[in-house]
């Protein structure tokens, strides 16, 4: 008689070895769901390397090296998703810090023409040079480039308008001999 279909080796390896491993997987991981997961992780990696489990009680120490293995690689996961969690929280604190600043600085761009706004936007948002925006706008660089030194004026304007805490229907006149 000939050595077993891998599946009936699989199954009679799962019932011979599933209570040590369960065991041995519950005394170390928190959860029901870890739990769960490192005994999937275990006997899915022995199903996928069948051919290299040991005979007899070489199959549960083979497997619990399985499980160690597998253990620490679910520990380093919930490691490196615990800290994802702790930069996340400590980005989102400094955004919402800055939100007021933020929204400030969007009032101000809200409030210029649209020509102002698209000419800073191309540069901000889409990161094109003088030249580009020159093409985008069918003018020349030298007409470019007053016209986006114009809008930043007016956007610092606006700035400094709102940082004052004047009304927003009040307007700032611009200094004598200046744009």
Not at 26 to 37: E, H, Q
Not at 50 to 73: C, F, H, K, M, S
Not at 91 to 114: C, H, M, N, P, Q
Not at 150 to 169: C, I, M, N, Q
């Amino acid at each position: 008689m000939g050595p077993p279909e891998p599946e009936q080796r699989f199954e009679e390896l799962y019932m011979a070895h599933y209570p040590a491993i369960a065991t041995y997987v519950r005394r170390r991981a928190g959860s029901p769901d870890d739990i769960a997961d490192v005994i999937a992780e275990t006997f899915t990696t022995a199903w996928r390397r069948l051919n290299d489990v040991p005979e007899g009680d070489g199959a549960r120490l083979w497997l619990y090296g399985v499980a160690r293995r597998t253990l620490a690689n679910h520990f380093r996961g919930e490691e490196r998703r615990a800290a994802l969690a702790v930069r996340l929280r400590e980005e989102i604190t400094t955004w919402a810090d800055s939100v007021v600043g933020a929204e400030s600085a969007y009032e101000a761009f809200k409030r210029l023409s649209d020509d102002d706004r698209e000419l800073l936007a191309l540069v901000a948002w889409e990161g094109l040079s003088g030249a580009e925006i020159a093409k985008v706008l069918g003018c020349s660089l030298g007409a470019a480039r007053l016209r986006l030194h114009r809008a930043r004026k007016r956007l610092s304007r606006e700035l400094a308008h709102l940082d004052a805490g004047y009304p927003l229907h009040q307007q700032i006149a611009p200094a004598k001999g200046r744009s």
